[in-house]
């Protein structure tokens, strides 16, 4: 999927071409190696894992509850925002961790579709450990990357604790 992209992005690819051959712009613009590529090549990658826990989280809710606060006078942006989203959390959460912790270990897509200098943990972790070889420096920025990883995690267990309690 990643060379995919770098197909699509490059300076002869699929987007440039279409750009060009609408009249938006004279000369293929430079869309690889860029941060904006890094950030599509990740949403892409990981909007499956956000979508499904919160398709599940909002198919399980009860129309009712929405039909109920209409007749109590609520507009559909008030249903949505005092309803739907409290109902959903779990599912908000849920994909959020699931997005967050292989988006954060994420080293394969900023190396193919971004620039060197761009700064990633995993790839100043890579860097640390083989390039410069300073594993002090490696292992310290390995253990903040645990802690980065673990923390969310504690942190929704005791709120799901909190709630089931």
């Known amino acids: 999927r990643v060379y995919a992209w770098m ?14 051959s609408i009249g938006l712009t004279d000369e293929p613009l430079q869309l690889l190696y860029t941060d904006g590529a890094v950030y599509l090549g990740i949403v892409y990658t990981y909007v499956p894992f956000m979508i499904l826990p919160l398709y599940a989280s909002l198919e399980r809710l009860d129309p009712d509850v929405h039909e109920a606060a209409a007749d109590l006078g609520a507009k559909p942006l008030r249903v949505f925002y005092d309803v739907t989203i409290p109902l959903a959390m779990p599912g908000i959460i849920a994909g959020s961790l699931l997005v967050f912790i292989p988006a954060l270990g ?15 943990i995993v790839r100043l972790l890579y860097d640390e450990f083989f390039v410069n070889r300073d594993w002090p420096l490696a292992s310290a920025v390995a253990i903040v990357l645990l802690l980065i990883l673990i923390l ?8 799901q604790q909190e709630t089931d309690a």
């Open 106 to 120: 994420e080293y394969v897509i900023p190396a193919l579709l971004g620039v060197v200098e761009s700064v990633m």
């Open 152 to 159: 969310p995690i504690m942190l929704f267990q005791r709120l």
């Open 7 to 20: 197909v699509m992005l490059g300076k002869q690819g699929l987007i440039n071409n279409l750009l060009m």
